[in-house]
């Protein structure tokens, strides 16, 4: 993206160039200068030459909510939980939660995504599998769509529990509460 912004600058520097009738040479290191400006760098892990096994489901119909009453306590309960196997030495799980959420005003609302009872790696999650969908919104009592997707890489030929949880952190004292009204929770397996 960064590199498609710089050359429609350049673009728009030779045509202003053009206009102007200035000669061909001054265009082109306008050109150059743009194209070898430093880019930023981004934090990502690339994961390459994976194939697609299959595709593990579980849906969750019915309301959970977990809630706690004092300052600043911390709270979450399953709303999803399935088996998947993964059948080689090595398998990425590509783990996507969609979710109907509510979550009481002012606090942070959170999901826990673990494989095999740890959190998943790469990620990104905390250290303890904790990603926040919602952080001190004065409006959270109105229903939402959340929606957030993990990546994990297991390694051995086993089966892995895959839990999310729904949580919640008190922020202005008097505790806390999260719903999740409807979810689905989707794995793909993949191998290398």
């Known amino acids: 993206m960064i590199t498609r912004t710089l ?13 102007l009738k200035v000669l061909l040479p001054a265009a082109l290191a306008v050109i150059l200068l743009m194209a070898s400006a430093p880019r930023a760098a981004a934090a990502t892990t690339t994961i390459k030459d994976r194939k697609y096994l299959y595709t593990f489901f579980d849906t969750l119909s019915s309301p959970v909510t977990v809630s706690c009453s004092t300052a600043n306590c911390t709270t979450s309960g399953q709303i999803n939980f399935l088996i998947a196997d993964c059948p080689n030495l090595t398998c990425t799980y590509y783990i996507h939660l969609e979710a109907e959420t509510q979550l009481s005003a002012g606090d942070n609302g959170r999901f826990k995504f673990l494989v095999g009872g740890s959190a998943p790696v790469p990620g990104p999650t905390t250290s303890d599998g904790s990603v926040v969908w919602s952080a001190t919104d004065p409006d959270a009592l109105t229903r939402n769509s959340s929606s957030y997707s993990v990546v994990a890489t297991v390694p051995t030929a086993d089966l892995f529990g895959v ?15 999260a719903t999740a009204f409807q979810a689905t929770l989707k794995v793909d397996v993949y191998t290398p």
């Open 163 to 177: 839990t999310v949880e729904i949580g919640c952190s008190d922020i202005g004292g008097g505790g806390c509460s």
């Open 7 to 19: 050359l429609d600058r350049a673009k728009r520097a030779l045509r202003t160039l053009l206009r």
